[in-house]
Structures are given as structure tokens and as C-alpha cells.
């Protein structure tokens, strides 16, 4: 009989997942004694009889390997796999990327650490839960917006639900889901987030991602930060740990945390997230989570990275403890007042004093006019930096490195909040938590999430060919390139799916890119819009024009 020859490395080629099997229609029985298929539900699978070698026009049956497991089989020959989906279900990708990065077996290390609340959930359950799999439901539930964490739950099982399983598949309840999430607490999902972060950090320190370099013989990694509120529902505990922003009468109509994301402005990575109350006044709610960022994420504060910051002052003091220790590149608002100690040097800056708090300290500063087509007014911009060697960063650079803080951070806020949207009660972004413990709880999740998404996405970057036409024909894909949206509805799908190639997976992300820097002008408005259609919105303007910077007199 003319057979297929056995190969050592198959086994390890279906563990890999992608792989489809071929088996002829002809070869495929049933294991049962009585050879019929009985009624109802029988939790068996068919076998294999033989195994010749396929003919053009025969009948073949392809099959996706779904799980790799222990057969159990039964008197009556029923084929059933040992365990049940809990022990196979995996994040796919964002685990994949994960693991390379910071070695395997992560989620099942903190499963094994995690200390469960007993009030909640008692002794070992398992059923269709279990401690890395409810991590893992935590944390895709943050990338589906319009879906509970049932919904989550039965797109990670996916097709493992299909096997047929030696214990029967038992559906869990909306309740068990929420005692597992109460007996976790918050604690598991931020080590989780602790050890994406650090991979994410690690991988931007071995890898050169700049796409935009300031700096000749000493180039710098440019980094953003800056605040952002995000909403949660209105319950008595959140508001009284998180109030509202406003005039102090917490009459807001839902309580909110802010956050202090800390992004890679090339790549949109986040870095670190410091989080704390929405605090009634914006300049010290956030100079607290800046002090907090510089405590926990030393490592960020580099003498290699410079860091952009908005108009939300931090104060003269915290400005000098920041260039103690990294580089910084600030927009200053107009009522902060600068003594000017220097002439005009030669790129068009000056040096000046910068006082509060009693400490002084020198900044080099750097105006500009900014003008887009269609804006009566030119913007003015006012930049202080520690960086006082004007040959190796000259002004007009650091004048064009500034406008990478709206992408690295304004982009990417905007990005990562789109996967909460529709979670909350009315339109924006807004988490579901009701409780300051699963706040936290899902504020790590979504963190970690939105960062594995990015991370799968800048290995497409590196998997995808340069354009062949346009701007950036010939040039390396840069991750900021990637679709977002596109990567993760892709992750989500690959994840229903079960073994999906992360080659595969990366490829055929990296199809879908977005242009970036298409000098696009908009007036100011909020920025979570929301989705019902309200009047005037027809007539805003997009311009398309490049803006022109202005400095010393002299377009740049």
C-alpha cells in the first residue's frame, strides 16, 4: 500500500498551530462499537482508518487543528479529549508576543501566585473557570467595548467549545463570572500589566523604533506624557475614592480616575500609567501622578530619552528634579513668566530663568509661530529645554520634534480609549467596573491589553514589505503605520478561532496601514465626540495644507 511516510517534526508542527490537516473522505470512521452515531449528545470524535496517499478528485475532508490533548476513550468507543477548554485557551498572539518578550508562561505564573478571597469563590472550582483563564477573559473583555464578560468568556473558549471533552462543558453564569473577578481583586492584573510594561520597555531598548530622531553625535528616544480622564460608573464607592473634576461640589455626572500614560512617541507604546483620583484641579492632580511616574518608573527617566509635555505646567521645582535626571522638551502657557539672561543665539533661542517654588533653574527656550490654511491667527508656541548645545539640537529640530507629542500621546490615547467605548451607560469612553477594586482590576487588564495589541503590531511593522508608491515608498514600515483598530479586531478574531500562526497573523496585518502626518487641521474640539449626529458638525472644515513654523522671522 502506498502510505505517507512518518515525520519526527510533525507533532511539533501542528503543536504550532495554523495548520490544517488533509484526511480522505474515505478514511475517516467512527470508533464506536456499534458503528452508529447515537443520539443526542454524544462527545465523541471520528478516527482515522487510513492513511494512503491522496489522489487528485478524491473526496477530502480538511480539518483545523483545534486543541492537542489525552484521549480518553470509553467502553463503547466514544474518542474524548482529557481536560475541558480552560486548560487550552489562550490570548493567542498577545500571548505569543508576550512570552518572547518576557519568557513563557506568564499568566500561568500569576495564576499560581494569586490569592483568592474565599468569601467569593470556595476551594478549587473549575468548571468551565479557572485562574488563568479568568485572567485571560479580564483581559480580552477590555478589547471587545460592546461585549460582557460571558461574551468575552465564550470568544476565548472559541472553537475549543466544539471538542469533545471528557467532562462535560458546563456554561458559567454572568454571577460566577463577577465572584471570580471580586475573589482575583486587582492585585494579579497589575503584576500582569507590571510585566507587559517592562517587556515593552525592554524590547524599546533593543530595538531602535525612532521615527524621528533629534540629535547628531547623541541622538535622543523621544517619549510623551501627558493626563487623561477616563469615566466609571457612578456607584457609591467610586465616587468617594475617584470624585469628579470641577469646582469641588462633586456634581459631575459620573466620577472619574485620571491617568498619566507615559508612551513611546514613535511607536504610541505605552511605557508606564501611574493612576490616582480625578482630583478638582487638573495641574495638581497631575504634577501628584508625574512625582508618582518618577518614583515607580525610574528606569524611564534616562539620560538618553527626552520627554514632551503639554501647557499643564508642573512647576519650576519638579522641572529641575526631571532634568536631573532625563531631557525634557516643555510647552509653556503664556502667564508663566521667563527671565531672559541671554541674546538671541545664532538657531533663533535664548536662555532664561524659570522660577517657583524657591528654586531657579536655566531652560533655553525656543518661539515659534505655528500657521495652518484657513486660521486667521497663528498659534504661538513657547518650548523650554535642558538641551543647551545648539549645534547638536538646534531650535528649528526641536521645534519639529514637539509636534510628535500629539501623536504619542493625543493618537494613542485616542486609539486605546476606543476599545472602551460603549461600556458605559452613554456615549464616550468609560470602564464598566463598579467597585474602586475592579477599577483597578480592569484599568491593568486594559493597559496590558492595549500594549500586547501594540506590541503584535510593531511585529507586523517588522514582518511588512515598504510601500512601492507614495511618500514612503522604499522606506521601513513604522509601527505608528499599523492599523490599530485593524490589529486588534484581527487579534479578536484569531483568538475566537483558536491556533492561529502568529506569522500568518502578522502578515496579514500588516496589509492594513494608516498614513500618518497627513497635515490634517481641524478647529479644537472635544475630544470624545459623541456618536449621535448633532447640528453644525456637517460644516466643520478638514484642511489638508502643511503648517508652516515660524522662527526668529524665518520659515522653518
Same mark, same amino acid.
Not at 539640537?393 to 521645534?399: D, K, N, S, V
Not at 522604499?474 to 486588534?488: K, L, M, T
Not at 496589509?511 to 497635515?519: I, L, S
Given at each position: 500500500?502506498?502510505?505517507?511516510?512518518?515525520?519526527?517534526?510533525?507533532?511539533?508542527?501542528?503543536?504550532?498551530?495554523?495548520?490544517?490537516?488533509?484526511?480522505?473522505?474515505?478514511?475517516?470512521?467512527?470508533?464506536?462499537?456499534?458503528?452508529?452515531?447515537?443520539?443526542?449528545?454524544?462527545?465523541?470524535?471520528?478516527?482515522?482508518?487510513?492513511?494512503?496517499?491522496?489522489?487528485?478528485?478524491?473526496?477530502?475532508?480538511?480539518?483545523?487543528?483545534?486543541?492537542?490533548?489525552?484521549?480518553?476513550?470509553?467502553?463503547?468507543?466514544?474518542?474524548?479529549?482529557?481536560?475541558?477548554?480552560?486548560?487550552?485557551?489562550?490570548?493567542?498572539?498577545?500571548?505569543?508576543?508576550?512570552?518572547?518578550?518576557?519568557?513563557?508562561?506568564?499568566?500561568?505564573?500569576?495564576?499560581?501566585?494569586?490569592?483568592?478571597?474565599?468569601?467569593?469563590?470556595?476551594?478549587?472550582?473549575?468548571?468551565?473557570?479557572?485562574?488563568?483563564?479568568?485572567?485571560?477573559?479580564?483581559?480580552?473583555?477590555?478589547?471587545?467595548?460592546?461585549?460582557?464578560?460571558?461574551?468575552?468568556?465564550?470568544?476565548?473558549?472559541?472553537?475549543?467549545?466544539?471538542?469533545?471533552?471528557?467532562?462535560?462543558?458546563?456554561?458559567?453564569?454572568?454571577?460566577?463570572?463577577?465572584?471570580?473577578?471580586?475573589?482575583?481583586?486587582?492585585?494579579?492584573?497589575?503584576?500582569?500589566?507590571?510585566?507587559?510594561?517592562?517587556?515593552?520597555?525592554?524590547?524599546?531598548?533593543?530595538?531602535?523604533?525612532?521615527?524621528?530622531?533629534?540629535?547628531?553625535?547623541?541622538? *535622543?528616544?523621544?517619549? $510623551?506624557? /501627558? %493626563?487623561?480622564?477616563?469615566? +466609571?460608573?457612578?456607584?457609591?464607592?467610586?465616587?468617594? &475614592?475617584? !470624585?469628579?473634576?470641577?469646582?469641588?461640589?462633586?456634581?459631575?455626572?459620573?466620577?472619574?480616575?485620571?491617568?498619566?500614560?507615559?508612551?513611546?512617541?514613535?511607536?504610541?507604546?505605552?511605557?508606564?500609567?501611574?493612576?490616582?483620583?480625578?482630583?478638582?484641579?487638573?495641574?495638581?492632580?497631575?504634577?501628584?501622578?508625574?512625582?508618582?511616574?518618577?518614583?515607580?518608573?525610574?528606569?524611564?527617566?534616562?539620560?538618553?530619552?527626552?520627554?514632551?509635555?503639554?501647557?499643564?505646567?508642573?512647576?519650576?521645582?519638579?522641572?529641575?528634579?526631571?532634568?536631573?535626571?532625563?531631557?525634557?522638551?516643555?510647552?509653556?502657557?503664556?502667564?508663566?513668566?521667563?527671565?531672559?539672561?541671554?541674546?538671541?543665539?545664532?538657531?533663533?533661542?535664548? *536662555?532664561?530663568?524659570? $522660577?517657583? /517654588? %524657591?528654586?531657579?533653574?536655566? +531652560?533655553?527656550?525656543?518661539?515659534?509661530?505655528?500657521? &495652518?490654511? !484657513?486660521?486667521?491667527?497663528?498659534?504661538?508656541?513657547?518650548?523650554v529645554t535642558d538641551l543647551m548645545d545648539i549645534d547638536e539640537?538646534?531650535?528649528?529640530?526641536?521645534?519639529a520634534l514637539y509636534k510628535w507629542r500629539w501623536d504619542g500621546?493625543?493618537?494613542?490615547?485616542?486609539?486605546?480609549?476606543?476599545?472602551?467605548?460603549?461600556?458605559?451607560?452613554?456615549?464616550?469612553?468609560?470602564?464598566?467596573?463598579?467597585?474602586?477594586?475592579?477599577?483597578?482590576?480592569?484599568?491593568?487588564?486594559?493597559?496590558?491589553?492595549?500594549?500586547?495589541?501594540?506590541?503584535?503590531?510593531?511585529?507586523?511593522?517588522?514582518?511588512?514589505?515598504?510601500?512601492?508608491?507614495?511618500?514612503?515608498?522604499?522606506?521601513?514600515?513604522?509601527?505608528?503605520?499599523?492599523?490599530?483598530?485593524?490589529?486588534?479586531?484581527?487579534?479578536?478574531?484569531a483568538i475566537r478561532t483558536g491556533k492561529t500562526s502568529y506569522?500568518?497573523?502578522?502578515?496579514?496585518?500588516?496589509?492594513?496601514?494608516?498614513?500618518?502626518?497627513?497635515?490634517?487641521?481641524?478647529?479644537?474640539?472635544?475630544?470624545?465626540?459623541?456618536?449621535?449626529?448633532?447640528?453644525?458638525?456637517?460644516?466643520?472644515?478638514?484642511?489638508?495644507?502643511?503648517?508652516?513654523?515660524?522662527?526668529?522671522?524665518?520659515?522653518?
Open positions: 500500500m502506498n502510505v505517507y511516510p512518518v515525520l519526527p517534526d510533525a507533532a511539533s508542527s501542528i503543536a504550532d498551530g495554523g495548520v490544517m490537516v488533509a484526511v480522505r473522505l474515505a478514511d475517516l470512521v467512527t470508533p464506536l462499537r456499534n458503528g452508529r452515531l447515537p443520539g443526542g449528545d454524544c462527545r465523541s470524535a471520528l478516527a482515522v482508518g487510513g492513511t494512503r496517499r491522496i489522489r487528485a478528485g478524491e473526496p477530502v475532508v480538511f480539518c483545523k487543528i483545534v486543541a492537542l490533548a489525552p484521549a480518553q476513550v470509553r467502553q463503547d468507543g466514544r474518542v474524548q479529549a482529557k481536560g475541558s477548554p480552560v486548560h487550552h485557551a489562550t490570548l493567542g498572539s498577545l500571548e505569543e508576543w508576550l512570552e518572547e518578550k518576557a519568557g513563557p508562561g506568564v499568566i500561568g505564573g500569576i495564576a499560581e501566585r494569586a490569592v483568592l478571597r474565599e468569601e467569593y469563590v470556595k476551594g478549587e472550582r473549575e468548571r468551565l473557570l479557572a485562574r488563568a483563564f479568568m485572567i485571560r477573559v479580564i483581559v480580552l473583555m477590555t478589547l471587545m467595548p460592546d461585549a460582557g464578560a460571558r461574551e468575552a468568556l465564550t470568544a476565548l473558549a472559541g472553537d475549543l467549545a466544539g471538542v469533545p471533552w471528557a467532562r462535560p462543558r458546563v456554561p458559567a453564569p454572568e454571577r460566577a463570572l463577577g465572584d471570580w473577578r471580586n475573589a482575583f481583586g486587582p492585585e494579579p492584573l497589575e503584576e500582569l500589566q507590571a510585566i507587559v510594561l517592562r517587556a515593552s520597555w525592554a524590547e524599546h531598548e533593543d530595538r531602535d523604533w525612532r521615527a524621528v530622531i533629534i540629535g547628531r553625535n547623541r541622538p *535622543l528616544k523621544a517619549g $510623551s506624557l /501627558d %493626563g487623561t480622564l477616563i469615566r +466609571v460608573p457612578d456607584t457609591p464607592g467610586n465616587r468617594a &475614592v475617584f !470624585g469628579s473634576v470641577g469646582t469641588g461640589d462633586d456634581s459631575s455626572p459620573f466620577p472619574q480616575l485620571r491617568a498619566l500614560p507615559l508612551t513611546d512617541a514613535s511607536t504610541r507604546a505605552l511605557l508606564g500609567m501611574p493612576h490616582g483620583p480625578a482630583g478638582t484641579v487638573k495641574a495638581a492632580a497631575e504634577q501628584k501622578l508625574l512625582d508618582t511616574a518618577m518614583r515607580d518608573y525610574p528606569h524611564l527617566f534616562t539620560t538618553d530619552r527626552i520627554w514632551l509635555m503639554d501647557r499643564n505646567y508642573h512647576g519650576a521645582a519638579r522641572i529641575a528634579r526631571l532634568m536631573t535626571r532625563t531631557h525634557v522638551l516643555i510647552r509653556l502657557k503664556s502667564d508663566i513668566p521667563l527671565k531672559k539672561i541671554s541674546p538671541v543665539l545664532r538657531d533663533g533661542s535664548y *536662555l532664561a530663568e524659570l $522660577s517657583g /517654588d %524657591g528654586v531657579t533653574v536655566t +531652560v533655553r527656550v525656543i518661539e515659534y509661530w505655528v500657521t &495652518v490654511e !484657513g486660521q486667521d491667527v497663528p498659534e504661538m508656541f513657547c518650548l539640537y538646534p531650535a528649528a529640530g526641536l521645534a500621546s493625543e493618537t494613542a490615547l485616542r486609539e486605546a480609549k476606543a476599545s472602551l467605548r460603549g461600556a458605559g451607560p452613554s456615549a464616550g469612553p468609560m470602564l464598566r467596573s463598579g467597585s474602586p477594586g475592579l477599577v483597578r482590576q480592569e484599568l491593568a487588564a486594559w493597559a496590558a491589553a492595549t500594549e500586547m495589541t501594540r506590541g503584535v503590531a510593531r511585529a507586523a511593522a517588522l514582518a511588512a514589505a515598504p510601500a512601492k508608491k507614495g511618500r514612503r515608498a522604499g522606506q521601513r514600515v513604522q509601527a505608528s503605520e499599523i492599523s490599530h483598530v485593524r490589529a486588534r479586531r484581527a487579534i479578536i478574531a506569522t500568518a497573523l502578522t502578515r496579514e496585518i500588516a496589509k492594513h496601514r494608516t498614513v500618518t502626518d497627513r497635515n490634517r487641521h481641524r478647529p479644537r474640539k472635544a475630544k470624545c465626540a459623541s456618536t449621535f449626529p448633532r447640528a453644525g458638525r456637517a460644516g466643520i472644515a478638514t484642511r489638508t495644507a502643511p503648517a508652516v513654523i515660524t522662527l526668529a522671522n524665518t520659515p522653518v
